[in-house]
């Protein structure tokens, strides 16, 4: 079973736009990590953040994490045709990483 | 670094077939993942190596799955015998970790398997 959902399942804007993805799971972690896909490759490490963090940035991206909501969110600034992709959040379930089905996200120049 | 290769790339095969898709992972990293993706289950993790030892194999389907990391380098995953429902992409992934989810993972690029 899924421990973490992505929303929403499809996101599409503009080149320059800001795109922002959330993550929901349901039990305790001690981290969440965000992973990229491009169409028909490996997954891409982004950001891991740590349970005892609240936010994180790397470049264009900002992840925050929420314990109390057990959300979290992605957040891509500037965006651009090459950040097409599919973005999945995945979290420690039971000592394994668990991912969520994944946000398509489209940006369109 | 190379990062973690896979091979083949493509597999297409018969129902009944045997199957074996390889893993060689990054080097110097002690963990080894088998993955796969589908649309309708999305990524599930079929079995875990911590150290070339088989930690969890509770992802594994049913008993015609089977995985083995004989040394550090390499990894199988074999299907015997394959099944139509069987097709999807498996992705091998490598880390250094004293535990399943502790570190962030590297993906190979995957085997597209599909069963006729």
């Known amino acids: 079973s899924q421990q973490g959902e992505e929303d929403p399942q499809a996101l599409s804007i503009q080149e320059g736009e800001n795109a922002t993805m959330n993550c929901s799971y349901k039990?305790?972690?001690?981290?969440l990590q965000w992973y990229r896909q491009n169409s028909g490759r490996g997954l891409v490490h982004l950001i891991l953040?740590?349970?005892?963090?609240r936010e994180k940035h790397s470049g264009r991206l900002r992840v925050t994490l929420d314990t109390s909501k057990k959300s979290s969110s992605l957040l891509i600034t500037a965006s651009r045709a090459a950040d097409t992709a599919s973005y999945f959040c995945?979290?420690?379930?039971?000592?394994?990483?668990?991912f969520g089905a994944g946000t398509i996200l489209r940006v369109k120049s | 670094d190379a990062g973690v290769i896979q091979s083949p790339r493509h597999e297409v095969t018969e129902m009944g077939q045997e199957v074996t898709l390889r893993c060689k992972p990054i080097?110097?990293?002690?963990?080894l993942f088998w993955y796969r993706q589908t649309m309708m289950r999305g990524l599930e993790l079929l079995i875990y190596?911590?150290?070339?030892?088989?930690?969890?194999d509770s992802g594994m389907p049913e008993d015609r799955f089977s995985a083995k990391m004989p040394n550090a380098s390499f990894s199988t995953l074999k299907i015997q015998p394959s099944e139509p429902r069987d097709s999807a992409v498996y992705f091998c992934?490598?880390?250094?970790?004293?535990?399943?989810?502790?570190?962030?993972?590297?993906f190979g690029s995957g085997t597209q398997l599909s069963v006729l």
């Open positions: 992934a490598s880390s250094w970790s004293r535990g399943a989810a502790n570190e962030k993972l590297f």
């Open positions: 039990t305790s972690i001690n981290n």
């Open positions: 953040i740590r349970s005892n963090e």
């Open positions: 995945a979290t420690d379930g039971g000592n394994k990483l668990v």
């Open positions: 080097s110097g990293h002690n963990s």
């Open positions: 190596f911590n150290n070339n030892v088989p930690i969890d």
